[in-house]
Protein backbone atom coordinates (compact mmCIF):
# COMPACT_ATOMS: atom_id res chain seq x y z
CA UNK A 1 0.00 0.00 0.00
CA UNK A 2 2.18 2.90 1.34
CA UNK A 3 5.32 0.99 2.35
CA UNK A 4 7.43 5.11 2.71
CA UNK A 5 6.05 7.47 5.33
CA UNK A 6 8.76 9.87 4.36
CA UNK A 7 12.20 10.70 2.74
CA UNK A 8 14.40 12.91 4.40
CA UNK A 9 17.44 13.69 1.60
CA UNK A 10 18.90 9.83 1.25
CA UNK A 11 17.31 8.30 4.68
CA UNK A 12 13.87 7.02 4.56
CA UNK A 13 11.55 6.50 6.93
CA UNK A 14 9.53 3.11 6.74
CA UNK A 15 5.52 3.39 7.68
CA UNK A 16 6.33 -0.01 8.87
CA UNK A 17 8.41 1.59 12.08
CA UNK A 18 6.07 4.64 12.45
CA UNK A 19 2.96 2.48 12.92
CA UNK A 20 5.22 0.08 15.32
CA UNK A 21 6.07 2.92 17.37
CA UNK A 22 3.06 3.93 17.60
CA UNK A 23 1.61 0.15 18.87
CA UNK A 24 4.41 -0.23 21.51
CA UNK A 25 3.13 3.22 22.48
CA UNK A 26 0.16 2.60 22.35
CA UNK A 27 0.14 -0.37 24.57
CA UNK A 28 2.29 0.93 27.30
CA UNK A 29 -0.49 3.80 27.50
CA UNK A 30 -3.29 0.79 27.94
CA UNK A 31 -1.20 -1.33 30.58
CA UNK A 32 -0.19 1.53 32.75
CA UNK A 33 -3.61 2.41 33.15
CA UNK A 34 -4.36 -1.23 34.16
CA UNK A 35 -1.53 -1.11 36.33
CA UNK A 36 -3.25 1.75 38.11
CA UNK A 37 -6.49 0.48 38.29
CA UNK A 38 -5.55 -3.14 39.43
CA UNK A 39 -2.84 -1.44 41.98
CA UNK A 40 0.14 -3.57 41.04
CA UNK A 41 2.68 -1.26 41.06
CA UNK A 42 4.21 1.97 40.82
CA UNK A 43 4.57 4.10 37.67
CA UNK A 44 8.38 4.09 37.46
CA UNK A 45 8.47 0.34 38.11
CA UNK A 46 6.09 -0.34 35.73
CA UNK A 47 8.07 1.60 33.12
CA UNK A 48 11.03 0.19 33.96
CA UNK A 49 9.81 -3.64 33.54
CA UNK A 50 8.57 -1.87 30.16
CA UNK A 51 11.28 -1.85 28.81
CA UNK A 52 12.52 -4.99 29.37
CA UNK A 53 9.57 -6.75 27.83
CA UNK A 54 9.96 -4.09 25.00
CA UNK A 55 13.42 -5.11 23.88
CA UNK A 56 12.81 -9.01 24.89
CA UNK A 57 9.57 -8.47 22.64
CA UNK A 58 11.64 -6.47 19.69
CA UNK A 59 14.61 -9.59 19.89
CA UNK A 60 12.32 -12.40 19.98
CA UNK A 61 9.71 -10.80 17.17
CA UNK A 62 12.50 -10.82 14.54
CA UNK A 63 14.45 -14.16 15.59
CA UNK A 64 11.18 -16.13 15.72
CA UNK A 65 10.45 -14.05 12.40
CA UNK A 66 13.57 -15.09 10.53
CA UNK A 67 13.74 -18.61 11.81
CA UNK A 68 10.33 -19.52 10.09
CA UNK A 69 11.14 -17.00 7.02
CA UNK A 70 11.48 -18.62 3.76
CA UNK A 71 14.52 -16.18 3.36
CA UNK A 72 16.47 -17.87 5.99
CA UNK A 73 19.54 -18.53 3.96
CA UNK A 74 19.25 -14.39 2.87
CA UNK A 75 19.52 -13.55 6.30
CA UNK A 76 22.17 -15.85 6.72
CA UNK A 77 24.20 -14.35 3.87
CA UNK A 78 23.24 -10.64 4.70
CA UNK A 79 23.70 -10.79 8.63
CA UNK A 80 22.87 -6.88 8.69
CA UNK A 81 19.46 -7.24 7.70
CA UNK A 82 19.29 -9.03 10.64
CA UNK A 83 18.65 -5.73 12.47
CA UNK A 84 16.34 -4.07 9.97
CA UNK A 85 13.34 -4.02 11.34
CA UNK A 86 12.39 -1.15 9.59
CA UNK A 87 11.91 -2.98 6.76
CA UNK A 88 9.29 -5.23 8.05
CA UNK A 89 9.16 -8.86 9.39
CA UNK A 90 7.75 -9.45 13.09
CA UNK A 91 6.09 -12.29 14.64
CA UNK A 92 4.04 -11.37 17.16
CA UNK A 93 4.39 -14.94 18.44
CA UNK A 94 7.75 -14.36 19.18
CA UNK A 95 7.16 -10.81 20.45
CA UNK A 96 5.26 -12.64 22.85
CA UNK A 97 7.80 -15.25 23.97
CA UNK A 98 10.66 -12.95 24.03
CA UNK A 99 8.93 -10.97 25.72
CA UNK A 100 7.45 -12.67 28.86
CA UNK A 101 10.81 -13.78 28.90
CA UNK A 102 12.53 -10.35 29.46
CA UNK A 103 9.63 -9.42 32.02
CA UNK A 104 10.05 -12.75 33.87
CA UNK A 105 13.49 -11.59 34.78
CA UNK A 106 13.14 -8.31 35.04
CA UNK A 107 10.32 -8.96 37.83
CA UNK A 108 12.40 -10.82 39.73
CA UNK A 109 14.66 -8.15 39.97
CA UNK A 110 11.26 -5.44 41.04
CA UNK A 111 9.72 -8.11 42.42
CA UNK A 112 6.33 -8.26 40.93
CA UNK A 113 4.02 -10.96 41.01
CA UNK A 114 4.23 -11.92 37.14
CA UNK A 115 0.49 -13.21 37.08
CA UNK A 116 -0.20 -9.55 37.89
CA UNK A 117 2.07 -8.21 36.05
CA UNK A 118 0.89 -10.37 32.50
CA UNK A 119 -2.68 -9.12 33.56
CA UNK A 120 -1.72 -5.35 32.96
CA UNK A 121 0.13 -6.32 30.18
CA UNK A 122 -2.71 -8.28 28.46
CA UNK A 123 -4.77 -5.59 27.16
CA UNK A 124 -1.47 -3.43 26.04
CA UNK A 125 -0.58 -6.74 24.04
CA UNK A 126 -4.27 -7.20 22.35
CA UNK A 127 -4.17 -3.64 21.53
CA UNK A 128 -0.78 -3.51 20.78
CA UNK A 129 -1.27 -6.32 18.00
CA UNK A 130 -4.43 -4.68 16.67
CA UNK A 131 -2.59 -1.79 16.10
CA UNK A 132 0.77 -2.99 14.80
CA UNK A 133 -1.06 -5.56 12.02
CA UNK A 134 -1.77 -2.02 10.14
CA UNK A 135 1.99 -1.65 9.96
CA UNK A 136 2.13 -5.20 7.70
CA UNK A 137 -1.28 -4.09 5.83
CA UNK A 138 0.89 -0.85 4.87
CA UNK A 139 4.33 -2.67 4.50
CA UNK A 140 2.80 -5.53 2.09
CA UNK A 141 4.12 -8.30 4.51
CA UNK A 142 2.31 -10.87 5.70
CA UNK A 143 -0.19 -10.68 3.20
CA UNK A 144 -2.78 -13.75 1.88
CA UNK A 145 -3.21 -16.11 -0.56
CA UNK A 146 -4.84 -14.95 -4.23
CA UNK A 147 -8.78 -14.62 -3.31
CA UNK A 148 -11.06 -17.01 -4.99
CA UNK A 149 -13.31 -16.37 -8.04
CA UNK A 150 -16.27 -16.44 -5.67
CA UNK A 151 -15.10 -14.24 -2.86
CA UNK A 152 -16.05 -10.26 -2.98
CA UNK A 153 -13.15 -8.48 -4.57
CA UNK A 154 -13.98 -5.02 -3.26
CA UNK A 155 -11.76 -3.27 -0.05
CA UNK A 156 -11.79 -4.39 2.65
CA UNK A 157 -12.38 -7.93 1.63
CA UNK A 158 -9.36 -8.05 -0.61
CA UNK A 159 -6.43 -6.33 -0.73
CA UNK A 160 -4.42 -5.37 -4.33
CA UNK A 161 -0.27 -3.96 -3.84
CA UNK A 162 1.00 -2.14 -6.85
CA UNK A 163 3.62 -0.36 -5.01
CA UNK A 164 6.91 -2.30 -6.06
CA UNK A 165 8.76 -0.75 -2.89
CA UNK A 166 6.18 -3.00 -0.81
CA UNK A 167 7.44 -6.42 0.69
CA UNK A 168 4.46 -8.19 -0.85
CA UNK A 169 6.17 -10.55 -4.19
CA UNK A 170 2.60 -10.91 -5.47
CA UNK A 171 1.72 -7.13 -6.86
CA UNK A 172 -1.49 -6.43 -8.56
CA UNK A 173 -3.35 -9.50 -7.98
CA UNK A 174 -6.61 -9.31 -5.57
CA UNK A 175 -5.18 -10.67 -2.11
CA UNK A 176 -7.36 -12.12 1.11
CA UNK A 177 -6.94 -9.29 3.66
CA UNK A 178 -4.97 -11.60 6.04
CA UNK A 179 -3.23 -8.40 7.63
CA UNK A 180 -6.55 -6.79 8.26
CA UNK A 181 -8.18 -9.97 9.44
CA UNK A 182 -5.05 -10.58 11.99
CA UNK A 183 -5.67 -7.11 13.23
CA UNK A 184 -9.28 -7.81 13.68
CA UNK A 185 -8.85 -10.58 15.70
CA UNK A 186 -6.47 -8.57 17.91
CA UNK A 187 -9.26 -5.74 18.42
CA UNK A 188 -11.67 -8.05 19.19
CA UNK A 189 -9.62 -9.83 22.13
CA UNK A 190 -9.08 -6.15 23.34
CA UNK A 191 -12.53 -5.68 23.56
CA UNK A 192 -13.16 -9.05 25.30
CA UNK A 193 -10.46 -8.28 27.81
CA UNK A 194 -10.93 -4.57 28.69
CA UNK A 195 -15.22 -4.99 28.43
CA UNK A 196 -15.68 -8.35 29.86
CA UNK A 197 -13.05 -10.19 31.70
CA UNK A 198 -11.09 -7.42 33.12
CA UNK A 199 -14.64 -6.67 35.45
CA UNK A 200 -14.67 -10.24 36.35
CA UNK A 201 -11.29 -10.98 37.18
CA UNK A 202 -11.01 -14.14 39.94
CA UNK A 203 -7.34 -15.49 40.02
CA UNK A 204 -4.13 -13.49 39.20
CA UNK A 205 -2.71 -14.40 35.68
CA UNK A 206 -6.61 -14.69 34.42
CA UNK A 207 -6.94 -11.98 31.64
CA UNK A 208 -3.83 -13.18 30.13
CA UNK A 209 -5.34 -16.56 30.36
CA UNK A 210 -8.83 -15.49 28.95
CA UNK A 211 -6.56 -13.27 26.21
CA UNK A 212 -4.83 -16.60 24.75
CA UNK A 213 -9.02 -18.23 24.66
CA UNK A 214 -10.17 -15.05 22.13
CA UNK A 215 -6.87 -14.31 20.14
CA UNK A 216 -5.53 -18.17 19.51
CA UNK A 217 -8.29 -19.61 18.00
CA UNK A 218 -8.54 -16.55 15.78
CA UNK A 219 -4.82 -16.48 14.60
CA UNK A 220 -5.12 -20.11 14.08
CA UNK A 221 -8.16 -19.81 11.45
CA UNK A 222 -6.10 -16.42 9.59
CA UNK A 223 -3.75 -18.59 8.75
CA UNK A 224 -5.69 -20.37 6.37
CA UNK A 225 -5.79 -17.59 4.25
CA UNK A 226 -2.55 -15.80 4.65
CA UNK A 227 0.68 -16.76 2.51
CA UNK A 228 2.89 -18.81 4.67
CA UNK A 229 4.95 -20.96 2.55
CA UNK A 230 6.14 -23.02 5.45
CA UNK A 231 4.19 -25.91 6.66
CA UNK A 232 5.30 -28.56 9.69
CA UNK A 233 2.34 -31.05 9.19
CA UNK A 234 0.44 -29.31 7.02
CA UNK A 235 0.11 -26.60 9.86
CA UNK A 236 2.04 -23.24 9.30
CA UNK A 237 4.23 -22.35 12.28
CA UNK A 238 1.69 -19.62 13.78
CA UNK A 239 -0.85 -22.03 13.92
CA UNK A 240 1.32 -24.61 15.19
CA UNK A 241 1.92 -21.81 18.21
CA UNK A 242 -1.73 -21.01 18.54
CA UNK A 243 -2.02 -24.95 19.55
CA UNK A 244 0.51 -24.64 22.19
CA UNK A 245 -0.68 -21.47 23.61
CA UNK A 246 -4.05 -23.02 23.69
CA UNK A 247 -2.38 -26.12 25.84
CA UNK A 248 -0.15 -24.04 27.93
CA UNK A 249 -3.69 -21.86 28.95
CA UNK A 250 -5.81 -24.64 29.80
CA UNK A 251 -2.78 -26.25 32.02
CA UNK A 252 -1.60 -22.68 33.40
CA UNK A 253 -5.31 -21.60 34.30
CA UNK A 254 -6.22 -24.86 36.73
CA UNK A 255 -2.72 -24.41 37.95
CA UNK A 256 -3.37 -20.36 38.60
CA UNK A 257 -6.88 -20.39 40.26
CA UNK A 258 -5.55 -22.67 42.87
CA UNK A 259 -2.37 -21.03 43.83
CA UNK A 260 -3.36 -16.85 42.99
CA UNK A 261 -6.93 -16.75 44.21
CA UNK A 262 -7.74 -13.15 44.19
CA UNK A 263 -10.46 -13.19 47.52
CA UNK A 264 -13.55 -10.73 48.58
CA UNK A 265 -11.12 -8.64 50.40
CA UNK A 266 -8.63 -8.11 47.59
CA UNK A 267 -9.27 -5.36 44.97
CA UNK A 268 -9.85 -6.83 41.47
CA UNK A 269 -10.49 -3.14 39.85
CA UNK A 270 -10.56 0.32 41.51
CA UNK A 271 -13.08 2.63 39.54
CA UNK A 272 -11.80 6.16 38.48
Same mark, same amino acid.
Not at 125 to 145: E, P
Given at each position: ??????????? *????????????????????????? /????????????????? =????????????????????????????????????????????????????????? /??????????? *?????????????????????????????????????????????????????????????????????????????????? /?? &??? =??????????????????????????? *????? *?? =???????? =?? &????? /??????????? &????
Amino acid at each position: MYPIFLHIGRF *TIRTYGVIVAVAIITGILIALHYSN /KFRITDEDTFLSVSIWA =IIGGILGARIFWILVSPDLSFYLKNPYHFIAVWEGGMSFEGAVFGGIIATYIAIKIY /KINFWDFMDIA *TPGIAIGYGVGKFACFFNGCCYGLPAPKWWPHVFPLVNVFTNPQSECYNLNVPLMPAQLMDSLAGWIAFFAVVFYFAKRRKY /KG &ELF =IKFIYVFAPLLFLVEFVRYIPVHFLRL *TPNQW *TA =IGLLVFAV =IA &EQILK /KMFPIGNGESK &ETTD
